[in-house]
């Protein structure tokens, strides 16, 4: 019910189909003639029987026949129409709903001649008791007769043919060969039709004030018993006529027009009407929408303001650019009296749409306007915004763009080279709204997650990360399905980066320093000393670093080459490990970290029993120009054994270099000095002191202890097992899928759950353990990919389709749990680069 509606308007009439009940619908249409039967009606048949069908503003349906289409049943002032509408899913028209409307309509009187020019012909009737047609008109010569004659002498009553005249020639068809090609002719007890498509081969252009129509001169023939009756059916309609100047619509329409025209005298105006979707306007409406209707000596021109009411805008598309056309159905009807016709109609239907004009799109932000952009080939659309408290907490990329007009439909969104529907886009965390407005205008919201994959995170300065969404959206404009794209990128400045923050500890060897991870720095790199620090370059140096995931340790020993050493005093030395984290792309630091530990000197010395003395100088950050080959001992002969960049190693006997030693009752002590001296200088500029003891008297303790027995080894051994592997319906483990119900159905991250069993086994100590199991795209344990669900007896951590290992308790059904082991896993599926290998 309400689904269709009927209008009679004029010599129309109209059926609309609602858009609510018929859209995204396959129709097809068939008229249905006096004996009940179906005729499909396709493009050639609607323009040769009077039918016509289009879409409204409203997105509804509407189809039109002419009063006197071919499967009309007329009566006096009476005709009837019967169509039958299929409706359907699917192209192929399955499981088609059919619907059958009749409506009959009220048209009269009828004037001797009546012109219409329709949306996809051009129609002429005329009354069979017409004037003879003026001897000196080409259209009478003889040889008209002479061409139809033959053919109407030898026929039947009811044949009768056409006679057409072109510059070149005349071309003369029969009825049956006229209505092959295309033309529709028939006749009623009262008049003679001639319709005729706009692709017809005989259609001429002819030109009038300037204004080009389309035009058929012809002379159809009709047998009456013993008669042969001739008459004229000429038509024409035009093809131009509109201009467009100061957002305005002009159309203007001569008056009479060859061949309409011809043999006639004494023109006189009767009637001339406008309206808008074949409604008539009186003059107080037309005032009202300020339209106007001039109706001169040779022409008649209607000016509509563009925007006005009875036309509306529509969606259209130029090089990629978005805009709108305003569209207008008019119509014209124009009455004349001449002394050959009497009384001639002329109905005009002429849909106009202004030029493309482009539209601005504004994209917002929750409630902030933030931009106004124009798009164009290769240009995207950029929205920078600082999220408020209430966009913080939800952690939602919230983006609303418009207007558009109510028939643009969002169908597809592509971001990182994925194109998927509104509907797929769920999936990925993308979520959009319609948003319908009073006026029939419309907006589209668009929110994203901030931890949605294709979201780029990226830190920026102090606590502020940016969220920078870049999707392309996919528009349809209805009916025609054009199709544009828009790209759009949003940048949300986000007050919550956490950055890695850092303490450290010393021992009496190591420097160490551990880092706690932000949420930040997951592409940072670690960087020594201006080196990037990989994990080969640790092992290198005998640093210790570890990374848990949540937190990055290293440790650097005391002597090592990166270490800095800031100054030596009586309590030890101050040495310095400076860590730096730098952006893993642009390599620019994002965060240092630091460590400074006073270390006793004698980390520096080794004072061995046989009175061997080693002695490692390290260089100081003040003193950076010192060449560490040039430090000396108390006696300058003493030189290094071993030069660094930032060492100098000594190894001397207690009884050498200038050593003094002092005794007392228990202990001998040797001391000796590292000096640097600048040239010409006798001041040293570095000195590092050495002092060793020496027991006078010592007793050692040797410690020993045997060894155990090596413990017992367990040695694999290979065999045969029976094993069960079965998927369950439900956490419970209690319901296992039959064979007869797979394949097994499942949405993506729907749970799986998994049993392993050993069979005919009845040994409690057994316990069956499961080292590796993993998901592969065929039958083939061996192809790949593959994704893994057990690793060495352990579950996959990865995070979007983490493995859960599930208790096995005793039950009734379970009498040895060891034997059994359970997991969960949530549904996936393969891709190869963005390519959906399999559903």
Request: one cysteine or more.
């Amino acid at each position: 019910a309400g689904s269709m509606s009927s209008e009679c308007l004029g010599n129309f009439l109209r059926i609309t189909l609602s858009a609510e009940y018929f859209e995204d619908k396959y129709l097809t249409f068939s008229a249905i003639d006096q004996l009940g039967r179906a005729w499909e009606i396709d493009e050639a048949m609607a323009s040769r029987c009077g039918y016509t069908v289009t879409f409204n503003y409203w997105g509804n349906v509407e189809f039109r026949a002419s009063a006197l289409s071919c499967h009309s049943q007329s009566e006096k002032d009476v005709f009837t129409v019967t169509i039958q509408i299929k409706a359907s899913h699917t192209p192929d028209m399955k499981n088609a709903v059919t619907h059958l409307k009749t409506a009959t309509c009220h048209y009269g009187p009828w004037s001797p001649r009546e012109l219409v020019c329709e949306k996809n012909y051009m129609e002429v009737s005329v009354r069979k008791e017409v004037p003879q047609i003026v001897p000196d008109f080409i259209q009478d010569e003889p040889e008209d007769w002479a061409l139809a004659f033959p053919e109407a002498k030898a026929g039947e009553s009811s044949i009768w043919q056409i006679v057409f005249h072109q510059p070149e020639k005349k071309k003369a068809l029969l009825m049956t060969d006229a209505w092959h090609a295309g033309y529709g002719l028939n006749t009623t007890d009262t008049r003679i039709l001639l319709r005729i498509p706009y692709s017809a081969a005989q259609i001429q252009l002819v030109k009038a004030q300037g204004i080009t129509f389309s035009a058929v001169r012809s002379s159809t023939f009709y047998k009456q018993r013993w008669m042969i009756l001739m008459v004229d059916t000429a038509v024409a309609c035009p093809v131009d006529g509109v201009d467009y100047m100061n957002k305005t619509i002009i159309w203007t329409v001569p008056k009479y027009v060859q061949p309409l025209s011809a043999g006639a005298t004494g023109f006189k105006d009767v009637l001339v009407e406008a309206g808008v979707d074949l409604h008539k306007l009186s003059a107080k409406e037309m005032i009202s929408r300020k339209y106007s209707l001039e109706n001169d000596l040779d022409s008649i021109t209607i000016k509509i303001p563009v925007g006005a009411e009875g036309g509306y805008y529509k969606t259209s598309v130029n090089s990629g650019q978005h805009g709108t056309k305003y569209c207008i159905s008019l119509f014209l009807e124009h009455q004349w009296e001449d002394n050959k016709w009497g009384l001639t109609k002329h109905t005009i239907i002429k849909e106009i749409e202004t030029p493309f004009e482009h539209v601005e799109l504004t994209m917002t932000d929750s409630k902030w306007i933030n931009a106004k952009f124009t798009e164009g080939a290769g240009e995207s659309l950029t929205l920078t915004c600082f999220l408020s408290d209430t966009n913080l907490s939800a952690r939602l990329v919230n983006v609303t763009l418009g207007m558009f007009l109510p028939d643009v439909e969002l169908v597809n969104l592509t971001f990182e080279g994925t194109t998927v529907t509104v509907l797929e886009a769920i999936w990925h965390g993308y979520l959009t709204q319609q948003n319908r407005y009073a006026n029939g205008s419309q907006t589209y919201t668009i929110q994203v997650p901030f931890d949605a994959a294709s979201i780029k995170k990226e830190y920026t300065r102090d606590d502020i990360r940016t969220y920078t969404l870049n999707v392309t959206l996919d528009f349809r404009i209805h009916p025609t399905s054009e199709t544009f794209t828009i790209p759009v990128i949003t940048v949300s400045a986000v007050k919550d980066a956490v950055l890695p923050s850092a303490r450290g500890f010393c021992d009496e060897k190591n420097l160490c320093l551990t880092i706690a991870h932000g949420n930040v720095d997951q592409n940072w790199l670690l960087f020594i000393s201006n080196q990037h620090l990989t994990s080969e370059a640790a092992q290198k140096h005998s640093y210790s670093l570890s990374d848990n995931g949540t937190h990055l340790a290293i440790c650097v020993p005391f002597l090592s080459p990166h270490v800095d050493y800031e100054d030596i005093h009586s309590s030890g030395i101050m040495a310095s490990l400076h860590l730096t984290l730098k952006d893993g792309v642009t390599l620019t630091n994002r965060r240092d970290f630091s460590i400074s530990c006073r270390f006793s000197s004698s980390q520096l010395m080794q004072c061995l029993p046989n009175g061997t003395v080693v002695i490692t100088a390290v260089k100081l950050v003040g003193f950076k120009d010192v060449d560490m080959s040039q430090l000396l001992l108390r006696d300058r002969q003493c030189k290094p054994a071993l030069v660094t960049e930032k060492t100098a190693t000594f190894k001397f006997n207690v009884n050498t270099c200038g050593t003094s030693r002092k005794f007392n009752s228990t202990t001998m002590t040797y001391e000796n000095d590292v000096l640097y001296f600048r040239p010409g200088s006798d001041m040293p500029v570095y000195q590092l002191k050495c002092i060793c003891w020496y027991a006078v008297k010592q007793t050692v303790d040797v410690q020993y202890e045997s060894k155990n027995n090596p413990a017992p080894s367990i040695k694999p051994g290979f065999g045969s097992l029976a094993l069960s592997f079965k998927l369950f319906k439900e956490k419970t483990f209690s319901n296992p899928y039959k064979e007869s119900e797979y394949p097994v159905v499942k949405y993506l991250r729907e749970a799986l759950y998994f049993e392993v069993q050993l069979l005919q086994s009845e040994d409690v100590r057994l316990e069956l353990n499961l080292k590796d199991c993993w998901a592969t795209n065929s039958q083939s344990g061996d192809s790949h990919p593959q994704w893994p669900i057990l690793r060495n007896g352990c579950e996959n951590n990865e995070e979007s389709h983490r493995t859960i290992l599930h208790q096995v308790n005793f039950s009734p059904r379970v009498r040895f749990p060891l034997h059994l082991k359970r997991f969960e896993v949530r549904m996936f599926t393969f891709f190869q680069s963005t390519t959906l290998l399999q559903e």
